[in-house]
C-alpha cells in the first residue's frame, strides 16, 4: 500500500500558530475542542503553493467556529478568517475574539493591523 502524502501545515507550524492565537479559538475564544483552519482553502488534494501551511494563513479554531466559517461566509471573508483567491492571506487583516484586527506574518508574528 502507498503511504499517503503529508499535505497539511508541520507539528512546528502548528505549535507556532497555537501559541501566536494564545491557546483558543480565534473566533469565540473558547480553549475547547481546537483544530487548524486554513484562511485560504487548499483545495482538492492538497497544496500547491508554498504558502498554503504557512502561520499567515492558518489560524486556531474551534470545531464550531470552523463549521460556522463555511456556513457563513460573507461574515467570514469580512473578518478576515477566510480569505479569497487570489488575495494573499499576509494582505487581508484577521479580527481576534477580542475585537482587534491583526496582520499576520508567515513567521508566525501578529501584528496589530491599521485600520482599513
Given at each position: 500500500?502507498?503511504?499517503?502524502?503529508?499535505?497539511?501545515?508541520?507539528?512546528?507550524?502548528?505549535?507556532?500558530?497555537?501559541?501566536?492565537?494564545?491557546?483558543?479559538?480565534?473566533?469565540?475564544?473558547?480553549?475547547?475542542?481546537?483544530?487548524?483552519?486554513?484562511?485560504v482553502?487548499?483545495?482538492?488534494?492538497?497544496?500547491r503553493?508554498?504558502?498554503?501551511?504557512?502561520?499567515?494563513?492558518?489560524?486556531?479554531?474551534?470545531?464550531?467556529?470552523?463549521?460556522?466559517?463555511?456556513?457563513?461566509?460573507?461574515?467570514?471573508?469580512?473578518?478576515?478568517?477566510?480569505?479569497?483567491?487570489?488575495?494573499?492571506?499576509?494582505?487581508?487583516?484577521?479580527?481576534?475574539?477580542?475585537?482587534?484586527?491583526?496582520?499576520?506574518?508567515?513567521?508566525?508574528?501578529?501584528?496589530?493591523?491599521?485600520?482599513?
Amino acid at each position: 500500500m502507498k503511504a499517503r502524502r503529508r499535505t497539511g501545515p508541520t507539528n512546528v507550524v502548528k505549535a507556532i500558530v497555537h501559541d501566536r492565537d494564545g491557546g483558543a479559538c480565534v473566533r469565540c475564544g473558547t480553549q475547547n475542542h481546537l483544530t487548524i483552519h486554513h484562511r485560504v482553502n487548499r483545495g482538492m488534494g492538497g497544496a500547491r503553493e508554498e504558502w498554503i501551511n504557512q502561520a499567515h494563513n492558518l489560524l486556531l479554531v474551534c470545531t464550531v467556529c470552523n463549521g460556522w466559517f463555511e456556513d457563513n461566509p460573507r461574515e467570514s471573508y469580512q473578518a478576515g478568517w477566510k480569505v479569497r483567491r487570489p488575495q494573499l492571506p499576509s494582505k487581508v487583516p484577521v479580527r481576534y475574539a477580542d475585537g482587534r484586527e491583526y496582520q499576520l506574518t508567515p513567521d508566525g508574528v501578529r501584528a496589530k493591523a491599521v485600520t482599513r
